[in-house]
């Protein structure tokens, strides 16, 4: 059986995309980031609660603030890239279920009117959200380059409140000289799918 999805679109997506670790300086537009989220901002999560926060970090002194919270190893690519966004759950995206949820309003008090509950669904929805994001910087012709090899806690002070935790720090652009590892193996179907 094959998919619907044209190898092409299967190719850019998941096999021949990988983690881009230079770029090239040429631009990320806002209008480019409009696209991506526009695409993006259709996957599913649990109340349709959205919690994923982006921060573009765009201007010279903002993004010398964040390089200096990556891991070494991370600090020049962070530093050299195009756009960097930060990605981070809403604790507090309860607050928009009225509107995103209105065939059951209730669940803003019924199933998260506590913090931790709130703290939970949003880490589980926002990660789910990320990784939609990362596929929608694919489908816009862009590399990506998500990182956690960063002091998070750092971030959320420098960048963020409390009613958000940062999740992770991604690279966004056109991949630069030398941008992929090899690829690194994957498992096999029958070492992840049991069927009962």
């Known amino acids: 059986?094959?998919?619907a999805l044209d190898p092409a679109a299967q190719d850019l997506l998941f096999r021949e995309a990988r983690t881009a670790n230079t770029f090239t300086d040429e631009p990320v537009?806002?209008?480019?980031?409009q696209a991506i989220y526009d695409l993006v901002k259709?996957?599913?999560?649990?109340?349709?609660?959205?919690?994923?926060?982006?921060?573009?970090?765009r201007s010279p002194e903002a993004r010398e603030r964040l390089v200096q919270h990556m891991?070494?190893?991370?600090?020049?690519?962070?530093a050299t890239a195009p756009l960097v966004a930060?990605?981070?759950?809403?604790?507090?995206?309860?607050?928009?279920?009225?509107?995103?949820?209105?065939?059951?309003?209730?669940?803003?008090d019924a199933f998260f009117a506590e913090r931790p509950a709130r703290e939970s669904a949003a880490l589980l929805n926002a990660a789910l959200q990320a990784?939609?994001?990362?596929?929608?910087?694919?489908?816009?012709?862009?590399?990506?380059?998500?990182?956690?090899?960063?002091?998070?806690?750092?971030?959320?002070?420098?960048?963020?409140?409390?009613?958000?935790?940062p999740l992770m720090v991604v690279n966004i652009g056109k991949p630069g000289q030398d941008a992929w590892y090899p690829r690194s193996p994957r498992l096999e179907f029958d070492?992840?799918?049991?069927?009962?």
């Open 29 to 33: 537009t806002d209008e480019q980031v």
């Open 71 to 78: 891991a070494e190893g991370n600090q020049a690519k962070t």
């Open 1 to 3: 059986m094959s998919l």
């Open 131 to 165: 990784a939609y994001f990362i596929i929608g910087v694919r489908a816009a012709g862009l590399a990506a380059g998500p990182m956690t090899g960063v002091d998070l806690a750092g971030v959320q002070k420098e960048f963020l409140d409390d009613d958000h935790t």
């Open 191 to 196: 070492e992840v799918v049991t069927t009962v």
């Open 86 to 108: 930060i990605l981070s759950a809403d604790n507090e995206f309860h607050e928009e279920l009225p509107q995103l949820f209105p065939h059951f309003p209730q669940a803003k």
């Open 42 to 57: 259709y996957g599913p999560t649990a109340f349709n609660q959205t919690p994923l926060r982006i921060t573009l970090v």
